[in-house]
T-cell receptor, first 112, second 111 residues
């Protein structure tokens, strides 16, 4: 079985631009979460979706938004990019809530 | 904000030695999970321990959980150079809506 897949793996954007990151969960997993990891720190929670509904939101500005599709895949959108948005963005899927979370390889976003 | 704090921040040992990493957290939890990360790539799930469990084993890994002290430890026995990585603990609250990670421990295993 394929694990969690994220695309693209690397991305370079200019300040002020918009970016869309994509995630496909493990087959059968209904929960998808997004995390931001800045170099040298632990991941920070951004969003969680379960059964296509938002279940949690971290302390991130409204420039960050996400959604989950009927096939349980998910997109993370970031508007008006800032230099500080440069980070590794990680997607995780769970079968159901409060079970093991399995992470993708991440999308490395660089904002210049 | 970070809930967990890992200790030590960095650990360097020789192959064959045991490595122990500790994690403390602040709020009530449903479960605590340990992850490994190599070179800033994706996190690999190692083990999940629930709040009503005290100890769990998986291969060379042993995890303990003390909810009264709000702390957990990860022991890697007979370490190998391939164990070199960053290790993170993450707590899940009852709502199950998020994992809260610590800052991680950088483990270096010297051949």
């Amino acid at each position: 079985d394929a694990g969690v897949t994220q695309s693209p793996t690397h991305l370079i954007k200019t300040r002020g631009q918009h970016v869309t990151l994509r995630c496909s969960p493990i087959s059968g997993h209904k929960s998808v979460s997004w995390y931001q990891q800045v170099l040298g720190q632990g991941p920070q929670f951004i969003f969680q979706y379960y059964e296509k509904e938002e279940r949690g939101r971290g302390n991130f500005p409204d420039r960050f938004s996400a959604r989950q599709f009927p096939n349980y895949s998910s997109e993370l959108n970031v508007n008006a990019l800032l230099l500080g948005d440069s980070a590794l963005y990680l997607c995780a899927s769970n079968l159901v809530l409060n079970t093991e979370a399995f992470f993708g390889q991440g999308t490395r976003l660089t904002v210049v | 904000s970070q809930q967990g704090e890992e200790d030590p921040q960095a650990l360097s040992i020789q192959e064959g030695e045991n490595a122990t990493m500790n994690c403390s957290y602040k709020t009530s939890i449903n479960n605590l999970q340990w992850y490994r990360q190599n070179s800033g790539r994706g996190l690999v799930h190692l083990i999940l321990i629930r709040s009503n469990e005290r100890e769990k084993h998986s291969g060379r890994l042993r995890v303990t959980l003390d909810t009264s002290k709000k702390s957990s430890s990860l022991l890697i026995t007979a370490s190998r150079a391939a164990d070199t990585a960053s290790y993170f603990c993450a707590t899940a609250e009852a709502s199950g809506s998020r994992l809260t990670f610590g800052e991680g421990t950088q483990l270096t295993v010297n051949p």
